[in-house]
C-alpha cells in the first residue's frame, strides 16, 4: 500500500544533542510537509517543500532545517533540542498545494528532550 | 489574524448522534477539510467542503456555509471507536490550512 513512513516512532535525545527524525513515501506526491503538534493543540506547520522548493514558514526558529534529496525522502534536523521542542512530529504529503488534496499523514514521531 | 474555533470536548453516548462544529476566519478561502486524530496516532482524512451544503460519507456528513464561515461534522450510529479528536482546517487564499486544535470526542457506552 502507497503510504506515509516515518522513523522513528520514538526518538529520546538530549538537551542540546542534535537529532533528525526521517519520513518517506510511496505515494509519488510533488509536496512534503513537517508539523509540529503538542498535546492538545493544532498542528502546527514548520516548512514544506513543493518538489525541491523549500518554504519556511515565517515563525519556524532556524534551530529547525529539513532536506528533501529526492521526491520519497524528507528530513528534519533539530540543531540543539530544547526542552520546548518535546512534540510529535508530523510528516505529511499532497499531490499539489492547489484544490482539494488532502494531505496524507505518516504515524508520527514522538520527540523527547531529556 | 487566521482564526479557526472548535469546542475542546464533547461527550456523547453510544449509538447517538453527535455534531461538532467549526466557525473559521481566513484570509479567502479555497475549503474546509475535516481530520479524525486517535490519541498518539497522526490525523487522517474524513471530508473536504468547498461548496455550501452537506456532503455525507457513511455514517459521516460535513457541512459547510461559506457565508457564515461554519461547517459542522455530524456522526451518527456512534462507535466506541468513533471516540477520537476531531481537527477542522481551512484552507485560506494562499492554499494554506489553517488548522483548529480539535474537539476531543468522548463515546459512553
Known amino acids: 500500500d502507497a503510504m506515509v513512513i516515518q522513523n522513528p516512532r520514538y526518538q529520546v535525545t538530549q538537551f542540546g544533542k542534535p537529532v533528525t527524525l526521517s519520513c518517506s513515501q510511496t505515494?509519488?506526491?510533488?509536496?512534503m510537509y513537517w508539523y509540529q503538534q503538542k498535546s492538545s493543540q493544532a498542528p502546527k506547520l514548520l516548512f514544506h517543500?513543493?518538489?525541491?522548493?523549500?518554504?519556511n514558514e515565517a515563525d519556524t526558529p532556524d534551530n529547525f532545517q529539513s532536506r528533501r534529496p529526492n521526491t520519497s525522502f524528507c528530513f528534519l534536523d533539530i540543531r540543539s533540542p530544547g526542552l520546548g521542542d518535546a512534540a510529535m512530529y508530523l510528516c505529511?504529503?499532497?499531490?499539489?498545494?492547489?484544490?482539494?488534496?488532502?494531505?496524507?499523514f505518516g504515524d508520527g514521531t514522538r520527540l523527547s528532550i531529556l | 489574524g487566521q482564526n479557526i474555533d472548535q469546542p475542546t470536548e464533547m461527550t456523547a453516548t453510544e449509538g447517538a448522534i453527535v455534531q461538532i462544529n467549526c466557525t473559521y476566519q481566513?484570509?479567502?478561502?479555497?475549503?474546509l477539510f475535516w481530520y479524525q486524530q486517535h490519541a498518539g496516532e497522526a490525523p487522517t482524512f474524513l471530508s473536504y467542503?468547498?461548496l455550501d451544503g452537506l456532503e455525507e460519507k457513511g455514517r459521516f456528513s460535513s457541512f459547510l456555509s461559506r457565508s457564515k464561515g461554519y461547517s459542522y461534522l455530524l456522526l451518527k450510529e456512534l462507535q466506541m471507536k468513533d471516540s477520537a479528536s476531531y481537527l477542522c482546517?481551512?484552507?485560506?487564499?494562499?492554499?494554506?490550512?489553517?488548522w483548529g486544535a480539535g474537539t476531543k470526542l468522548i463515546i459512553k457506552p
Open positions: 482546517a481551512a484552507l485560506d487564499s494562499n492554499y494554506q490550512l489553517i
Open positions: 505515494l509519488n506526491h510533488n509536496v
Open positions: 481566513t484570509s479567502g478561502f479555497n475549503g
Open positions: 517543500y513543493y518538489d525541491k522548493d523549500f518554504n
Open positions: 505529511a504529503t499532497s499531490r499539489d498545494i492547489e484544490g482539494n488534496q488532502p494531505q496524507h
Open positions: 467542503n468547498v
